[in-house]
């Protein structure tokens, strides 16, 4: 009985995983690992069996193995994007090709205080319309603030409304998020307080989960909105981390080994702080960021914001639903076009994004090279992309690879082994995924096989969806899912949970 028990269960097992009714292997040999760990390439096999690695060292593939020669590649982990705004692309896009091609395996959503809502049906659709790429997601206090607060959200929360807030954040935690994301910068949540956020967040921390933000502001008050983010992780008892670092205007550029130091010293006193970090110097956004006093029709506040951000040739539209022939052109040329000042087309664009009820797309290039370089160089900072499939900007397609190219290999701010760490275990430590992000028997085979000569971005801010090369093959959970230029076709990606837990996958 027992035995019949076992094989009904292996037939049920095999039938829902399809991989396993063969059992197949297959052997990488000739690769240099770099494992996530940050220890130096070293050469050896590896085995996949099924969903999982099996076996690493230097053995010879036996007589069923299927053999792979990666000579002249490094096999990594695969990447986890812990930053993603592919909330709505996955739904058209399953493939993720932008994402995959990239060697990224793993993409977590729902950043910047935005998620998708109900998460249980949310996460249960992607279950039954699996992607090429792992997910999991975060629960957006923007989005609980929306649904306890309504139309009436321009003022502070009641200690009724934040206790509601709290029972969301929970429940949204008990159904499958994985943390909670704030975006304190932009409009619903910029009325929040940090006893609100405190709350919220310590709802989250009691599942389990961290907290993930994009600050109050990333410009001339970056240092308060730096001590209130501290602040919170502290009061909630969370885990930090902090959305892609920068210091966006010009009264905090060159001021990163200060703003370096504070987290430094507030890591030394137990604060679990982590951050991550877009290989650009230009960000992207909507139009009224750049106006924390959202005095969008001041002029002498406009004029203010435009210096702040670099002037009015740092800022160029990328999306504007009411008038297409502003797109691709920054303030300045605008301007001249339309013969008036920038100060003026600014408010413009935003009277007429009103009236339509939109709001332009911008990226502004208001960062420094030397702030970034800095950042990149903490070992508590991440890669992540902030973008995701059909992003208009260049780190939509182009993060990863141009980490590895750029900084790695040309201007040689970080070695090989720790850029892979930083795209791998180290967001793993994060997310609390002690099977994946690193190259370990047991753990599930989420692999990059890259060419460290060539690999390189190819997106640019003029064709932001231009794929790089260089990533040569990728796998998730033990499939190929990019081969040689193309996606396989593969949607092994599975749903994710707190510590990694997977939705859909027995063992
Ligand atoms: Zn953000």
Redesign the pocket.
Known sequence: MRLRFAIAVFFAFACAFPVFAQQSSLVIINARLADGTGAPLRKANLRITGLRISRIGNFRPSKTDKVLDAKGLVLAPGFIDI?NHSTEGLDSDPLAESQIAQGITSLIIG??GDSPWPILPWLEARQKNPASVNLAVMAGHATIRSLVMGKDFQRRATPEEIEKMATLTAHAMHEGAIGLSS?L?YYVASYSNTDEVVTAAAAAAKGGGFYMT?IRDEGNKSFEALKEEIEIGKRAHIPIEH??IKLGTVAVWHKAPDYIAIINDARKHGVDFLADCYPYEAWA?GIKVIMPDKQYQNSASVEKAIADNGGPESVTITEFKPNSAYVGHTLGELAKTYNTTPVEMYMRIVREGDAADTEAGVIGHSMVEDDVKAFYQQPWVMVAS?GGIGSEHPRGAGTFPRVLGLYVREKKWITLPEAIRKMTSLPAKRLGWKDRGTLRVGNFADLVLFNPDTVIDRSTFEKPFELPTGIEKVFVNGQLTWDSGHATGAKSGVVLTVAGKAVGVAK
Do not use: K, L, T, Y
Request: glycine letters at 10%; zero cysteines.
């Open positions: 930053h950043a910047d975006g910068e994009h959305s892609h956004s902030d």
